[in-house]
């Protein structure tokens, strides 16, 4: 109606049809885009992950999470200047050339909270569009003890290798019987640079007849102290003693195995033995020679009996028959004593 209260005109009439119809369908999108909203906002509070999306640096949105990461408030974070108090001096060249490039993609930086303290931080960058405004959206999660289980994880294995490479010649890493890593003197050892034995099988560097023996070690997957015999680079056959076990490079579970030489030992062993044998033989002759005197000495008290009675009968016979008897007693005697004296030498 209008102030007479008539009838509005019909361009009046379809002019203010034409507002209500606008208003509604305002009201509907508001609801929609506040639904929609809602439903964002709990996505992203349910987040494990912060959330933040710039645009050339501006930061226009981001989630409670990261907010709690950084120990700040959400509408403190919002705008320009923000990546700069956020992220360590070291690492803001390398974060912002990857938004000038476009770069996306994971990578770690070291993130600082309101309070000054410092964590590591890895990002999961993406290019995106906020309606027909291109951004860029950072995924951040909080990686500082699994950075510091990984630092750990590689002073365990630096410490490892320092004391295989004190107590044993060469270490192989390998997995499913495919060298991966090797260190150590395996130069000095088998002549073999490194390179020439990384991504070949561990059976390429045994000797023929040991090759059955360590298939067996490897497929059944073994470990313990064993004795094997290897190849170096003229083809000579190398005996060594390996431990294996296993243990982990670069955070994978991985076969190690830990080689000593064992020419050396083997050498000393030989050498152990000949000066044994020689020992034996030298106990065996001192017997020997004590068996001799003894033997010597036992018949050379019954000689001087025999001589002694044989000089008496001599002295005493009348009858030359009996004198040349004696005669021949004394002289078989004497040759007796002369043979005492020669094994009495020898002894």
Known sequence: LDLEGEPPAPAVAAMMAELVRAALARAVEEE?????????????????????????????????????????????????????RVVAA?????????????????????????DGSRFR??????????????????AVRDVTERERTSAQLRESEGQLRQLVEQVFDFFVYSRDGIVIEVGGRVRDVLGFEVEQMVGRPILDFVAPPAIAASARVIAERLVGVFESTLLDVRGDHIPVELVAVFGTLDGVRTRVSAVRDLRAAK???????????????????ESLGVLAGGI?????NLLVGVLGNASLVLERATDRAAREAADAIVAAGRQAATLTAQMLAYA
Do not use: C, W
């Not at 070291?90 to 309101?114: C, F, H, N, S, W």
């Not at 050498?267 to 002759?285: A, I, K, N, T, Y």
């Not at 010597?296 to 050379?300: E, L, R, S, Y």
């Open 32 to 84: 929609a885009h506040r639904r929609t909203r809602e439903r964002l906002d709990m996505l992203s509070a349910a987040s494990f992950e912060g959330i933040m999306v710039h645009v050339d640096g501006v930061v226009v949105d981001l989630n409670q999470r990261i907010a709690d990461m950084l120990g700040d408030d959400p509408a403190a974070l919002l705008g320009a200047g923000t990546l700069r």
């Open 90 to 114: 070291e690492d803001l060249a390398e974060v912002q050339r990857r938004m000038r490039e476009r770069i996306e993609g994971p990578y770690v930086v070291t993130a600082i909270r309101k």
């Open 121 to 138: 931080a890895e990002l999961l960058t993406k290019q995106g569009h906020l309606g027909q405004h291109p951004v860029r959206i950072a």
């Open 267 to 285: 050498q000393l062993e030989r050498e152990r033995r000949r000066l044994e044998q020689r020992l034996e033989r030298s106990q065996r002759m």
């Open 296 to 300: 010597a000495h036992d018949f050379n």
